[in-house]
């Protein structure tokens, strides 16, 4: 089975059915699969064995992405947002790409194509003959650049047999009554705008897209299109909550809206209480995923959520801040340095394996282990009953003394404290330790906490070792467009000698 | 007899009915029959309709297993003819209650 199965699927049930809508632009399952088999031989003729979509996202998206998959070429979604000698530099390791491009001058006198006049000129060719079947499950359906929040992006690859692994081990097919809309504003370069993609598809659900996230426009057209599922980015939901108590609002009323699913990113637990609270009709669901196991591993969902939030035992309200458990045919192991694997309450490496794990990059081959487990480079551990939390990457462990620390462990405890919003932690240099404990803290409105206040609270819950030695206080954290936390940035900005005052 | 292997495709000698197998039968050659009549390869040339109606019908989307739950099928197309393996009818599982997480 490859991708293009679940439009072929998708059209054959409902062809007339409303697919995706971007503004005023919208096509039916049987339009979709009909110019995405267009667009599929649209690609072969000309000779490319790539298709790279370099744009915002619109309905020609799903074209490039399904057309792709028919003719059974890679499809690599690149951030608009780069530079232009960026985007170069990741063009250049294509294999002889199409490109898609919203930019009239596009770079350095390449060819590119515009999606709007490509969407056109396909609607002019007519049917082309193109079978799902024809496209090997083993083949590579998309090539993702990571971020690169730690050096030159590498691209990992997801084969057709993953992302369907994906797709039908979480989804069930033509699931979604026809008054059910799904709002897409994540990127498409992000692997939840691909997942998106495939799933709302599968389920028959309509995408309503909104290309660049706006809060108060994200708002109007939830309500105007009537929208029953969302999905959506940390600073996205704290940004629609800002903007509805800007209003005046309580409460959104959205009384469509039976769905808000986040992930991408750390979630401040704060900010889950006032989300829920403004949407309290909404099932929430938390997904944590990686690029490379083709999204959603595990899910907090909405019974979890109200579980947490109505329970006294702090245990148990503590799995607010949790991903919840793995999807099934998912399995999840924390392990030690050594390799040794953990048991409940004990934190380490957060290992997993399923049919949907790709665990593969172009420039390095395959990570997968002899018995196709993943390293995910997160750090965690499983409670009792085997919900998941996260503690941070392991890359970003601070090494104090020899004994290493996780961000996440001081963040957590940093943001119980009621005169905090959020806390970023981070490794600063220190002659003494090597490195040294650092926070930078978003106090709540109108609190005033101090650094020491702040320090006696670490102690009481956590060994000295954990104690921040500088806290600096700011209005916001830095996190990119997709809801990660830049945690280089903070580090620069708690390195700065001159960084001791409070800043607000 | 037939080895069913995830990822392989057959549709029905008798309707518009295709399957694609999720999981598969191991190493153990099985009798996969739509309406009765043994399913074949999705690429092979379709038969000549027969005559007379089958009995039951597959519908797209549904994971149909047999009673042990070793094999399961992802019915890709609807049709006519009741899925059967050794003789034994197949049932299709219920819809699981994911949120949806995308």
Known sequence: MNVSMLLEMAAEAGPDREAIRC???ALSYGELLQVARSAAAVFRDSGARSVAWTGEASVVTAVAFFGAAFAGLPYVPINYRLTESEMLSLLDRLDAPYVFSDRADFVDGRSSHNP???LGQLQHIGSADFDAAMTDPESVAVQLFTSGTTGVPKSAVLRNSHLVSYILGS??????????????????YHIAGISALMSATYSMRRIVLLPAFDAAEWLALAENEKVTHAFLVPTMVTRIVDVLRARGAKTASLPHLSSIAYGGGKMPKQSILDALAMFPDAGFTNAYGLTETSSTISVLGPEDHRAALESSDPV??????SVGKPLPGIQIEIRDAAGKRLQPGESGGIFVRGEQVA???VEQGSLLDEDQWFYTRDDGFLDEQGFLFLEGRSDDVIVRGGENISPGEVEQVLEEHPGVIEAAVVGIASEQWGEAVAAAVV???GETVSEESLQAFVRESLRSSRMPEKIVFVDQLPYNETGKLLRREVKRALSDPDATQPCH | MIVLKPGMRLKSAVSDVQVMVVKGSTDNPVALCCGGVPMIDAADASPEASEGAVEGSALMGKRYTNPEQTIELLCTKGGDGELSIDGEALGFREARELPSSD
Request: aromatic share 8%.
């Open chain 1, 316 to 321: 148990a309200r503590q799995r607010l801040t």
């Open chain 1, 359 to 361: 665990g593969e990059y």
């Open chain 1, 23 to 25: 503004g005023a632009a």
């Open chain 1, 116 to 118: 709007q006049e490509f």
């Open chain 1, 171 to 188: 989804v069930e097919f033509a699931s979604a009554g026809p008054e059910q809309a799904v709002l897409v504003s994540v990127p498409p």
């Open chain 1, 443 to 445: 106090p709540a409105t």
